[in-house]
Antibody, heavy 122, light 107 residues
Framework: QVQLVQSGAEVKKPGASVKVSCKAS????????INWVRQATGQGLEWMGW????????GYAHKFQGRVTMTRNTSISTAYMELSSLRSEDTAVYYC???????????????WGQGTLVTVSS | DIQMTQSPSSLSASVEDRVTITCRAS??????LNWYQQKPGKAPKLLIY???SLQSGVPSRFSGSGSGTDFSLTISSLQPEDFATYYC?????????FGQGTKVEIK
């Protein structure tokens, strides 16, 4: 079945970087964009950006530009999200999600990874 | 950026109640609107895409409607497993913004 499996929880100090992985299986990895979404405890969903695994093209939310980098390794069907200059406000669960659909605009996220908790604390 | 506003932010309902959640976009997004369900400690799950198309495997008591700027998600007969938080999301443009969520609680 189609699934995305993310790496385990991380604890980082302020100012450090974190790199979360998202391994795809059950479909052709290069055929669908991967999006990243985060959720602080008790809060809503915040979209961070997307990556095209075929071309490597990316697009980031303005809030994260300059701090986030999305990459991939097609040989192992894995996407990565690296966030730098971490601060306490970055403590959240980070999700990857496959973007699938029919055409421009007619797209949705399915499935989602199980989430990776990143805790930023001194 | 397109802003998505859900209402209410939370609601209390009983099993077998009919529940409707609304979502308003700050500009027209055609029918490019999706709904997700999230249970505590779990990843979001797709319920409805393109405003009214039911995702495979999702019970038929869930339905979506709307176009342009105003949308709704209806649960025709609330079941115990439906108590969760629901999010709308626009896919008309990036950033792919979400509503703030509607928490459905047991009355």
């Amino acid at each position: 079945q189609v699934q995305l499996v993310q790496s385990g929880a991380e604890v980082k100090k302020p100012g450090a970087s974190v790199k979360v992985s998202c391994k795809a299986s059950g479909y052709t990895f290069t055929s669908y964009d991967i999006n990243w979404v985060r959720q602080a405890t008790g809060q809503g969903l915040e979209w961070m950006g997307w990556m095209n695994p075929n071309s490597g093209n990316t697009g980031y939310a303005h809030k994260f530009q300059g701090r986030v980098t999305m990459t991939r390794n097609t040989s192992i069907s894995t996407a990565y999200m690296e966030l730098s200059s971490l601060r306490s406000e970055d403590t959240a669960v980070y999700y990857c999600a496959r973007e699938i659909g029919y055409s421009y605009g007619s797209v949705w996220f399915d499935p989602w990874g199980q989430g990776t908790l990143v805790t930023v604390s001194s | 950026d397109i802003q998505m506003t859900q209402s209410p932010s939370s609601l209390s309902a009983s099993v077998e109640d009919r529940v409707t959640i609304t979502c308003r976009a700050s500009q027209s997004i055609s029918s490019y609107l999706n709904w997700y369900q999230q249970k505590p400690g779990k990843a979001p799950k797709l319920l409805i895409y393109d405003a009214s198309s039911l995702q495979s495997g999702v019970p038929s008591r869930f339905s979506g409607s709307g176009s342009g700027t105003d949308f709704s998600l209806t649960i025709s007969s609330l079941q115990p497993e439906d108590f969760a938080t629901y999010y709308c999301q626009q896919s008309y443009s990036t950033p792919r913004t979400f509503g703030q969520g509607t928490k459905v609680e047991i009355k």
